[in-house]
Antibody, heavy 123, light 110 residues
Framework: EVQLVESGGNLVQPGGSLRLSCSASGFTFSAYGMHWVRQPPGKGLEYVSAISTNGGVTYYADSVKGRFTISRDNYKNTLYLQMSSLRPEDTGVYYC????????????????WGQGTMVAVSS | QSVLTQPPSVSGAPGQRVTISCTDTSSSIGAGYDVHWYQQLPGTAPKLLIYDTTKRPSGVPDRFSGSKSGTSASLAITGLQAEDEADYYCQSYDNIARWVFGGGTKLTVL
């Protein structure tokens, strides 16, 4: 069974740091680009970050650039998101998502989503 | 503000057909990129409903279909059922903003 399980979400003060993890199983993790997508409470979906299959290429939304770092360990089948200088507007559920197509393409869809992990930034 | 524009809400009676539009305000759908649709039931993670504009993943009923024309895409749901009540999001790629989502549409089954 294809599965993505996030962990690491928590309540943190503004300016603080957190590291999210996403454990993947049921597919060849190293063959797919992976992303983080977040959803603020009561709002829509927002792209956060993306990483290529070997981790050599990464992308970030302007809202998190310079504060968040995406990485992956293909031996441990795990995706990470290191978040620092957190702001209240970073609050939301963070989803780990898998690209649908193993071929490199920009406009791929996301066929697997984790259950999400909640990040709350508040004093 | 989302790059892709969706109506905030749509509604329909059981058995009816509804459509949800997704309009490009920049350089995504109009640039020829594929569109994908997700269904998010209350309290759950989004689920891929339509990919590559018109394809359905295994297990998705053929009541759901996708299309694209020019700078807009549409999700059509026929034979509306109570279980279809959910939020629906379109997603594509934008040459500037990269991966983009629509603001979401809440479907109410009357």
């Amino acid at each position: 069974e294809v599965q993505l399980v996030e962990s690491g979400g928590n309540l943190v003060q503004p300016g603080g740091s957190l590291r999210l993890s996403c454990s993947a199983s049921g597919f060849t993790f190293s063959a797919y680009g992976m992303h983080w997508v977040r959803q603020p409470p009561g709002k829509g979906l927002e792209y956060v970050s993306a990483i290529s299959t070997n981790g050599g290429v990464t992308y970030y939304a302007d809202s998190v650039k310079g504060r968040f770092t995406i990485s992956r360990d293909n031996y441990k089948n795990t995706l990470y998101l290191q978040m620092s200088s957190l702001r209240p507007e970073d609050t939301g559920v963070y989803y780990c998502v898998k690209e649908e197509d193993s071929r490199p393409r920009w406009d791929d869809g996301f066929d697997m989503w984790g259950q999400g992990t909640m990040v709350a930034v508040s004093s | 503000q989302s790059v892709l524009t969706q109506p905030p809400s749509v509604s329909g009676a059981p058995g009816q057909r509804v459509t949800i539009s997704c309009t490009d305000t920049s350089s995504s759908i109009g640039a020829g990129y594929d569109v994908h649709w997700y269904q998010q039931l209350p309290g759950t993670a989004p689920k891929l409903l339509i990919y590559d504009t018109t394809k359905r993943p295994s297990g998705v009923p053929d009541r759901f279909s996708g299309s694209k024309s020019g700078t807009s895409a549409s999700l059509a749901i026929t034979g509306l059922q109570a279980e279809d009540e959910a939020d629906y999001y379109c997603q594509s790629y934008d040459n500037i903003a990269r991966w983009v989502f629509g603001g979401g549409t809440k479907l109410t089954v009357l």
